[in-house]
C-alpha cells in the first residue's frame, strides 16, 4: 500500500473517533465496530491517493467524507499531507462540530 499524501490525525479527531468506539462497544457488537474500522481504513486509502475526491465542506478547504450513515471525516489538505480535524457523529447537533 502506497500513499501519496501522509495522513495525520489531530487530537481532537482522535478523541471523536474514541468516543464513537466507545459508543458502538456499548450499544452494538464487535461486527459494527469491524464494519467503521474497514470503511476508515478505506476511505484513508481513497484520501491519500486522491485528497481532492471528496466534496468541500460549508467550511473553506476543508472536505468531507461520509464515513457509514452516521459518521463524518473531515480533513483539510496542506502540501503533501492530509490533517484529518473531525471524526464527527452525525446523531449529534451540528453546531457541536469542532473543524
Request: aromatic share 12%; glycine share 2%.
Amino acid at each position: 500500500m502506497e500513499s501519496g499524501y501522509k495522513i495525520f490525525w489531530t487530537p481532537n479527531a482522535l478523541e471523536e473517533l474514541e468516543q464513537t468506539i466507545d459508543y458502538l462497544q456499548n450499544n452494538f457488537t464487535d461486527k459494527e465496530i469491524r464494519k467503521l474500522v474497514h470503511k476508515i481504513e478505506s476511505s484513508i486509502e481513497i484520501i491519500s491517493q486522491n485528497p481532492f475526491i471528496f466534496p468541500v465542506s460549508e467550511s473553506k478547504d476543508v472536505h468531507k467524507a461520509i464515513i457509514l450513515q452516521f459518521n463524518t471525516m473531515y480533513y483539510r489538505v496542506n502540501d503533501c499531507n492530509v490533517e484529518i480535524l473531525s471524526f464527527f457523529s452525525n446523531r449529534q447537533s451540528p453546531q457541536k462540530r469542532k473543524i
